[in-house]
């Protein structure tokens, strides 16, 4: 019997080892549990080695209204706190930090390199949209930055030097503990997503439209053995531990490029800090190539969270992420409120009015613009195809950052929808183009829209059309074919897009003609620059090959509606999913 209820009483403490830890537990609430993998044959630190990440902040520089951010002054003075308890304190993004809101697209991201220098990041890598602003303007956001900038798969082939390329490093050792004779050394390595290709303006990586870079993503073999080879590097120059700076993802459109993907197919890796995805991860533990477990951690996105990692003075290495800090830094704060000062009264200015508030997400606030038909998508191609005076207008769900407030819009509150800058064009397409172009920016479509917390089948190049109204099956596996950058090639097999039909002059809806020719408007990204993979569109005749803003095109449209909404309620059944 006494035996019997020992072992009850152990198995009960084991089971609270594993509890997630309460906001009492310490000073700062954290999201999760704390979950640690041991280096039992790596030096151990004389102090503990703190590493501070964070990733897809785009933009979220500060808490806004009721929203769960921390900002940036904050995650300083939580690195300030850190500094107290130790003095081997790094701090790390995963990417896409320079845009997604107002105070990116009107600097071009130099807003947010001027805050990052001010809250003293030690190393960043390249996300997909820190090249929304164009290679010219990264190189210069790089060289004004104060952190390192690593990354080991970028590749450039075109003539002549690069510029680029040499602002990048592939990997970085930090030594810590210097009290001791050989100290402890953390390899830091950059690896960003071969989407970014298609994820960014794919013209951004051409020349004479050739491609002149790539991510090493040719195929899933040689994308895993780039990043073995830095890996093994890293550990053959010394470091201790090898930490992954990736912005990958965890999610099921970005497959054979995941986080995941990668750390299955490779050794020598302890953690793994991710973004891309906006995956909340306090910790996961994944099987590397040899069955050995190694962490996979992500913070969300818009500094909802601060990502904690901890090697131990036992060499055990622990992540958590923290989700409440009351103090703010004041020379952090004073920073951004001089930037804020360049720029907020012409973003506040009311430049429209709405009736009713229109959404990009379901009741349970879920994100559907990537893979549903939403209010904020059809109101969006209504306005390319109003201002292009076309036959269809398109959007690629990528494009679409936020919906829309009832009553006063601000100027804003338009870039928050459309925070990319991009500029309206209308090409002449036929109608099986478009039936490519709609075969393709379906293909992830799933039956289930949402769970309630997360997306499924999302993707970027999901199209919210007008003038146009067509069927998904998603009982047809998409059969779209792509080349290796992700490009649309064909489609080779049965179609899940039925029954197209489009507006014809009386505003009746009838079947598509293949063969007939057809006005289509939309951003510059889709149609010219082949965003998303739209290969379909950029040989095309242009009647217009330039236009307006597309946030300007928003407004515009409002203002010829004068400002009611109320069809805009809800989606008007453009897109029907079987």
């Known amino acids: 019997m006494k035996n019997t209820r020992l072992r009850m009483l152990f198995s009960i403490l084991a089971l609270l080892c594993f509890l997630p830890m309460t906001a009492s537990a310490r000073d700062n609430q954290c999201c999760g549990c704390c979950c640690g993998c041991g280096s039992s044959s790596a030096p151990r630190p004389d102090r503990e080695i703190v590493v501070l990440y964070t990733n897809d902040v785009h933009c979220g520089i500060e808490k806004k209204d009721k929203t769960e951010r921390l900002g940036y002054s904050s995650l300083a003075a939580y690195k300030k706190k850190c500094l107290k308890e130790t003095p081997y304190v790094t701090m790390v993004d995963s990417g896409d930090a320079i845009q997604g809101e107002t105070i990116g697209t009107l600097s071009k991201g130099q807003y947010l390199v001027d805050i990052m220098n001010a809250v003293g990041y030690d190393f960043c890598i390249l996300g997909n949209h820190e090249f929304d602003y164009g290679m010219d303007q990264l190189v210069k956001l790089i060289k004004q930055s104060k952190a390192k900038y690593l990354g080991c798969n970028l590749v450039y082939t075109g003539p002549g030097k690069d510029e680029l390329l040499p602002l990048l490093k592939p990997y970085a050792i930090v030594k810590y503990s210097q009290a001791r004779s050989k100290g402890v050394k953390v390899g830091y390595i950059g690896v960003s997503t071969p989407e970014s290709l298609t994820k960014s303006a794919p013209t951004t990586f051409q020349k004479d439209d050739k491609f002149v870079y790539s991510f090493n993503g040719e195929n899933p073999e040689k994308f895993y053995s780039c990043i073995q080879s830095y890996i093994d590097k890293c550990?053959?120059?010394g470091a201790d531990y090898v930490v992954l700076l990736t912005h990958l993802g965890d999610s099921s459109e970005s497959i054979p490029y995941t986080s995941v993907?990668?750390?299955?197919?490779?050794?020598?890796?302890?953690?793994?800090?991710?973004?891309?995805?906006?995956?909340?991860?306090?910790?996961?533990?994944?099987?590397?190539?040899?069955?050995?477990?190694?962490?996979?951690?992500?913070?969300?996105?818009?500094?909802?969270?601060?990502?904690?990692?901890?090697?131990?003075?036992?060499?055990?290495?622990?992540?958590?992420l923290i989700t409440k800090e009351d103090d703010k830094d004041a020379a952090v704060e004073k920073t951004i409120a001089g930037i804020k000062k360049n720029y907020e009264a012409s973003v506040n200015a009311v430049v429209a009015h709405s009736s009713v508030a229109v959404s990009d997400k379901d009741e349970n606030g879920c994100r559907l613009v990537r893979n549903r038909e939403t209010a904020i998508g059809d109101l969006s191609s209504d306005a390319y195809r109003y201002a292009a005076k076309s036959d269809i207008g398109i959007v690629n769900g990528g494009g679409i950052r936020a919906g829309l407030p009832k009553g006063d819009i601000t100027f804003d509150n338009v870039i928050a929808v459309n925070p990319y800058g991009n500029t309206l064009a209308c090409c002449e397409a036929t109608g099986q183009d478009i039936l490519d172009a709609l075969e393709h920016a379906y293909r992830?479509?799933?039956?289930?829209?949402s769970d309630g917390k997360n997306s499924i089948g999302e993707c970027g190049g999901f199209l919210s059309v007008s003038g146009l109204k067509c069927t998904i099956d998603t009982s047809i596996p998409s059969h779209v074919v792509l080349d290796e950058n992700g490009m649309f090639v064909k489609v080779d097999g049965e179609r899940r897009v039925k029954d197209v039909q489009v507006l014809n002059s009386k505003g009746e809806y009838v079947p598509i003609d293949p063969k007939a020719t057809y006005t289509v408007a939309s951003q510059n990204y889709t149609l010219k620059q082949c965003g998303d993979g739209f290969t379909m569109f950029a040989k095309k005749n242009y009647p217009i090959g330039e236009g307006e803003c597309d946030y300007q095109m928003l407004i515009n449209y409002i203002e010829h509606l004068n400002g009611d909404l109320s069809d805009y309620v809800k989606p008007q059944g453009r897109i029907t999913i079987k």
């Open 235 to 237: 550990r053959k120059d």
């Open 444 to 449: 992830a479509v799933e039956a289930k829209a």
């Open 261 to 320: 993907d990668l750390i299955e197919h490779t050794r020598g890796v302890d953690v793994v800090l991710d973004g891309h995805a906006h995956s909340t991860i306090p910790c996961r533990k994944v099987k590397n190539v040899d069955g050995r477990d190694t962490i996979l951690t992500s913070t969300g996105t818009k500094l909802c969270a601060i990502g904690r990692m901890v090697i131990g003075t036992d060499g055990n290495i622990t992540t958590e």
